[in-house]
């Protein structure tokens, strides 16, 4: 999800970067435990299945809140991030724009890492 947006009725737009906070770790059966090594261990390195069956828990705890990673004002040129009390400021012009959402500060050091991992297994 990434909504495009002038919050701050500035001329300038601000792109919302979001992801899905996933708080909690499910337990996988046999079955989904197989399909994972069958097709990530075969072609992958250990990491990647490592990290395949890291993401299948957490996405079986289920869905926390969203996430506003990161927010970028666009002046039509070039986007800049927003940090700080600029990220702050615009952040609580969201409002309910974006329902059960969070600031990634808030996410807890553990939701931090997974969510980096994610990132960088899909970035590659």
Do not use: C, H
Request: charged content about 30%; hydrophobic content about 30%; cysteine-free.
């Amino acid at each position: 999800y990434l909504p495009v947006m002038d919050l701050d009725q500035d001329g300038l737009a601000e792109v919302i970067e979001t992801t899905d906070e996933y708080p909690s770790e499910g337990k996988l059966n046999q079955e989904e435990q197989a399909a994972i090594t069958e097709v990530a261990g075969e072609s992958e390195t250990n990491e990647f299945t490592q990290a395949m069956e890291q993401i299948a828990k957490r996405e079986k705890g289920g869905r926390g809140r969203m996430v506003v990673w990161a927010i970028f004002s666009y002046n039509g040129k070039f986007f800049k991030e927003q940090s700080g009390k600029d990220y702050d400021r615009l952040y609580n012009l969201i409002g309910s724009q974006i329902k059960n959402k969070m600031k990634k500060s808030e996410l807890s050091r553990d939701s931090l890492e997974y969510l980096n991992l994610v990132r960088k297994l899909w970035n590659k």
